[in-house]
Every structure is written in structure tokens, then in C-alpha cells.
């Protein structure tokens, strides 16, 4: 039976850290909203409570039936999660008197207790709450403390329980790694077992016990986590899976093409449908850019439908679903910022069962399985491309020359990305999460060519570091590369005469324009 440690997530935004810190540990966890702890649970080894935003004295805040699992299984107790406990166990939370947050030393930790284990005399950690435990439970003990903070962290003498105000998932806290090794191999026991190998051997064997002799169906976007998911089903149930990749003509320059020949090289049936001039004609005079995603949305879904149905012994849709695109769709706090199209609405009729076999991966480890199923390094080192393609990335209406425009300065761009190697060896490609140019196409401004006025319009190189692209930062890409990149556009782009380049993180901003 395959291990798993669950996370019960109270609403924290470093909840899914938690969960990719022990997955780095080679363990299996789930992330489940804090009321779903499961019926089931022998193959449970431990459980650890997320942060939370809220106070637990709020009349909302998220309540937990405790004995479910304590007692039963080791807990370990996170920020909020700790102040639940000493809550709900007769300790004390109460307002502190500045809100604590950012750095702290610990002190008089108690390195008999197997939590610390390896830990030196100090350490630091990150603290961020507005609460603080007065008073623990009775059958507690404090096991570390900081100058402000006395009960930084405890554990229950009668129960396999420990609680810490700090956060050992963020990086800011010099020993998390450790001690969360100490809870989930130490204490939970954990065998270690999860590897991309062992994914890969148990998916394959899931697969063809899913699906029989099924025939099934997948969209495919040129991107990771479809082009991993397409691998893998092809590993497990050969040409019984045929694959859809729709061109809405709005693909990087070329790469409708490209992506077709790295499928046909990875011995996967893709049928290629070049619908762009539907897109063009639907989109003809819309600016508002929410009004475009929705169009390009439902003309996705009408011509994947179309081709679909052509398939008519089709039982299943495979989806390059990972886990974050899950986790968020439980989000407490979320709220639609824009709305993302995924290839869904398949008509009732169809009666297609989804088939999703990476949704419980991170991003990283999608990666780390494409390289074990023997995918080719470029293709799965691909930087992120949003579904409605350059369309956000072209301010105002949507023409094929605008396209074409964005589509060369783009293609300059992100070649010499791929070409300029770092004073570390490093591709500067694959130091950014993601980049591409943005059309700034309702702007105009004054140049001069030559002897010439020009008045055309600018680009907007964007490049940005991140994790999980729930928030992220500007690159900071070397100036040497930017002053080549804005040459040859100017040069060599008609239509453009200035290159700027947007410094914004996400928040405030996001990632593409629209
Ligand atoms: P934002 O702009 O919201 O983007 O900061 C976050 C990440 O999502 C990608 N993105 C999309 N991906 N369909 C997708 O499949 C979409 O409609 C879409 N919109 C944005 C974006 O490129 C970035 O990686």
C-alpha cells in the first residue's frame, strides 16, 4: 500500500509549500480541504495542519473534529493549526500584542525531542501571525521558544502530537527541511518511496487496468503537462490513444508545425486541425480582453468537439491536469482574476469518462516524470503558454498582421533567450519561468529610422521568475542580452520602432497582459 502523509488546509497561501517540501522528502501527501479527512485511512501515516488567515477566535474560522485523527496518527500543527489545537485543548490563543512577523530566533529548544533532531543551539525561523498561544494544553510541553514568543513550539506527552507557531515549509526558516524530515521520516515513518520511476511503474499498471482495451482521447496545447500526460497514456495503452492539437493561429511563429514534428518523433497519433480562421473571424473587433478569452474558450471547445466526435468508439478524455490547477480550484479565499480555459464542455451525448493521471503532481515532478519516460529535454524544460496563446498578449483587437508582428519580435526574443548562456553555464531560457513579447498595438510613438519618421508601435518584453506562477517576479535579465534582443526587433520588426521591458511582479500584476 502506497504511504501518504495528508495536509488539511485551513486556507494558508504556503499550504501547497507544505505539500511539495514533503513530496521532496519522496513521500506521497495529499492536500485536502480542512473538513475532508478521510473515511479511509490505513494508509495514512500522518497528518500536519496547515496556516490559516484567520484568527481561530473568528466566528468563521475553520473548525476541525480533532479525534478524528489525534491519537491515531502523528499530527503536526502549523501556525493556525498549532492555535487550534492549544484552543481546542484547553490552552490559550490570544490576540499578540504586535503582530509577529518576519524573522525570529529560536532558543531553548529541546533537542531531546525527535522534532529537533540535528539542530543546532539557535535557529532561525519565519514567523507570521497575529495570535499567540498563552497557555497549552495540559498534557503539553513547550519544546522551543523565541525572545517574544514562549510557546514557538510544543508537543503532547501522551499523543504523537507536535505544534509550531513558525513555518517550516518557507525557506526563510533555515532548519524546516530538517525538521519536517524528522516528522515525516522520523516520526511517521516514512519508506521514501515515491520517485518519478516508481509513478511512472504504478501509472502505467493503473492505466491499462482504467482503461481496458478503450479507446481515448486527448487535447494537446504543445505544452508540458499535456505532452507528459499524452506520453504516458501512449506508454500504457499504445494507438489506442489518439490525440487532438487545434491551431487557433495564434501559436508562437512556427510552432504549430514544430510541436506536430516532436509529437510524431515521440510516436504519438496527433491529428492537427488548423482552425484560424474561425478564431480570426470571431474575434474580428473585440478588445475587451475577458471578451476574448471567452470567445477563444468556445470556439476551443466547438472545434475540439467537432474533431472528437470523429472518433466514435472513444470512451475517455485524458486531461494534463496537475495538482495545482486542483488545489486552486479548492482555494477558500480564491477568486476568478481571469478566467483560464481548459479543454472542457464536451457534449453530454459523448458520454466520455475523464481520465487524469497527473493530478496529483507538482509542476517539477510533471517535469521529472516527462524525463523518465525518455521525452526529448527541450520539450519538457518549455516555459508556460497561456490557452488563448498571443491573443492576451496583443492590447486591442486581433488581426493576422498584428499576429505576425508579435510573432517575429517573439520569436528574436525567445531564441536568443534559448541562445544566451549565463556566467554559470545556465541557458538564460531556463533560469526564467516564463517570457514572450506583448504588442502594445493601441499605442503609437515617434522614432526615427534613418532619416526617416517613424510612428509605430512598441513592444513589451515581459520574463519572470516563479514557482507555480501564482505569484512571481521580474526577471532580471542581464543588460547585455536586452540591448542585443531590442536591436534586432527594431531592426528587423516592421511595424515596431521601441522595445521597453515590464518590471511589475505578480502581485500587483500578472503574469500576461490580458
Ligand atoms: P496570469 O496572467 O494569470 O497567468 O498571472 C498565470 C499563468 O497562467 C497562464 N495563463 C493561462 N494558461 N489558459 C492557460 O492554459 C489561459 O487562459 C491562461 N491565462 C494565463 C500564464 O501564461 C501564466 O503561466
Given at each position: 500500500m502506497q504511504q501518504k502523509i495528508i495536509i488539511l488546509d485551513f486556507g494558508s497561501q504556503t499550504t501547497q509549500l507544505i505539500g511539495r517540501r514533503v513530496r521532496e522528502l519522496d513521500t506521497f501527501c495529499e492536500i485536502l480541504p480542512y473538513n475532508k479527512y478521510p473515511e479511509e485511512d490505513d494508509d495514512v501515516i500522518g497528518v500536519i495542519l496547515s496556516g490559516s488567515p484567520f484568527s481561530v477566535h473568528d466566528p468563521n474560522a475553520f473548525q476541525v473534529q480533532l479525534d478524528r485523527f489525534v491519537g491515531r496518527k502523528p499530527v503536526l500543527g502549523i501556525c493556525y493549526g498549532a492555535q487550534y489545537i492549544a484552543h481546542s485543548n484547553g490552552g490559550r490563543v490570544e490576540r499578540a500584542d504586535s503582530r509577529e512577523y518576519g524573522r525570529a530566533i529560536l532558543t531553548s529548544i529541546d533537542h531531546s525531542n525527535p522534532l529537533f533532531e540535528g539542530f543546532?543551539?539557535?535557529?532561525?525561523?519565519?514567523?507570521?501571525?497575529?495570535?499567540?498561544?498563552?497557555?497549552?494544553?495540559?498534557?503539553?510541553?513547550?519544546?522551543?521558544?523565541?525572545?517574544?514568543?514562549?510557546?514557538?513550539?510544543?508537543?503532547?506527552?501522551?499523543?504523537?502530537?507536535?505544534?509550531?507557531?513558525?513555518?517550516?515549509?518557507?525557506?526563510?526558516?533555515?532548519?524546516?527541511?530538517?525538521?519536517?524530515?524528522?516528522?515525516?521520516?522520523?516520526?511517521?515513518?516514512?519508506?521514501?518511496?515515491?520517485?518519478?520511476?516508481?509513478?511512472?511503474?504504478?501509472?502505467?499498471?493503473?492505466?491499462?487496468?482504467?482503461?481496458?482495451n478503450d479507446r481515448v482521447i486527448l487535447g494537446l496545447s504543445g505544452g508540458v503537462d499535456s505532452s507528459v500526460c499524452a506520453t504516458l497514456l501512449h506508454q500504457a495503452i499504445g494507438e489506442r490513444l489518439t490525440c487532438i492539437f487545434v491551431d487557433h493561429g495564434m501559436?508562437?511563429?512556427?510552432?504549430?508545425?514544430?510541436?506536430?514534428?516532436?509529437?510524431?518523433?515521440?510516436?504519438?497519433?496527433?491529428?492537427?486541425?488548423?482552425?484560424?480562421?474561425?478564431?480570426?473571424?470571431?474575434?474580428?473587433?473585440?478588445?475587451?480582453?475577458?471578451?476574448?478569452?471567452?470567445?477563444?474558450?468556445?470556439?476551443?471547445?466547438?472545434?475540439?468537439?467537432a474533431e472528437a466526435r470523429k472518433i466514435t468508439d472513444a470512451r475517455w478524455l485524458a486531461q494534463g491536469t496537475i495538482y495545482p490547477d486542483r488545489?486552486?480550484?479548492?482555494?477558500?479565499?480564491?477568486?476568478?482574476?481571469?478566467?483560464?480555459?481548459?479543454?472542457?464542455?464536451?457534449?453530454?451525448?459523448?458520454?466520455?469518462?475523464?481520465?487524469?493521471?497527473?493530478?496529483?503532481?507538482?509542476?517539477?515532478?510533471?517535469?521529472?516524470?516527462?524525463?523518465?519516460?525518455?521525452?526529448?529535454?527541450?520539450?519538457?524544460?518549455?516555459?508556460?503558454?497561456?490557452?488563448?496563446?498571443?491573443?492576451?498578449r496583443i492590447l486591442g483587437d486581433i488581426t493576422r498582421e498584428r499576429v505576425r508582428i508579435l510573432q517575429e519580435a517573439d520569436d528574436i526574443y525567445i531564441n536568443a533567450m534559448l541562445n544566451y548562456r549565463c556566467e554559470d553555464g545556465e541557458l538564460l531560457y531556463d533560469k526564467v519561468w516564463q517570457a514572450g513579447a506583448v504588442l502594445l498595438s493601441t499605442v503609437r510613438s515617434v522614432g526615427v529610422m534613418g532619416d526617416e519618421r517613424t510612428y509605430e508601435h512598441p513592444v513589451a518584453l515581459r520574463a519572470v521568475t516563479s514557482t507555480d506562477a501564482m505569484t512571481a517576479d521580474w526577471a532580471h535579465l542581464p543588460y547585455d542580452f536586452m540591448a542585443q534582443v531590442s536591436n534586432e526587433i527594431i531592426n528587423r520588426v516592421r511595424g515596431v520602432n521601441r522595445v521597453c521591458y515590464d518590471i511589475s511582479s505578480k502581485p500587483p500584476a500578472t503574469i500576461e497582459w490580458e
Open positions: 543546532g543551539k539557535e535557529s532561525q525561523v519565519w514567523m507570521s501571525h497575529g495570535d499567540t498561544i498563552t497557555a497549552i494544553p495540559q498534557d503539553c510541553r513547550v519544546i522551543a521558544s523565541t525572545a517574544n514568543v514562549r510557546y514557538a513550539a510544543y508537543a503532547s506527552e501522551s499523543v504523537p502530537l507536535w505544534a509550531v507557531q513558525f513555518h517550516p515549509e518557507v525557506y526563510h526558516t533555515s532548519q524546516g527541511k530538517q525538521m519536517l524530515k524528522n516528522f515525516v521520516v522520523d516520526i511517521c515513518h516514512s519508506r521514501q518511496e515515491w520517485s518519478p520511476a516508481s509513478f511512472v511503474r504504478q501509472t502505467v499498471a493503473e492505466l491499462r487496468e482504467q482503461l481496458g501559436l508562437r511563429k512556427n510552432e504549430f508545425q514544430n510541436v506536430l514534428d516532436a509529437y510524431q518523433g515521440l510516436g504519438l497519433h496527433v491529428i492537427g486541425v488548423d482552425a484560424s480562421e474561425k478564431f480570426f473571424a470571431d474575434l474580428a473587433g473585440v478588445t475587451d480582453p475577458e471578451q476574448k478569452r471567452k470567445i477563444i474558450g468556445r470556439d476551443f471547445v466547438e472545434v475540439f468537439n488545489i486552486e480550484s479548492l482555494s477558500i479565499t480564491g477568486m476568478t482574476i481571469k478566467s483560464h480555459h481548459n479543454v472542457g464542455g464536451l457534449p453530454k451525448e459523448m458520454h466520455l469518462r475523464l481520465c487524469e493521471p497527473l493530478q496529483w503532481l507538482f509542476k517539477d515532478e510533471v517535469r521529472r516524470v516527462g524525463r523518465e519516460l525518455g521525452m526529448p529535454e527541450r520539450l519538457i524544460k518549455r516555459h508556460p503558454f497561456p490557452g488563448p496563446g498571443l491573443a492576451v
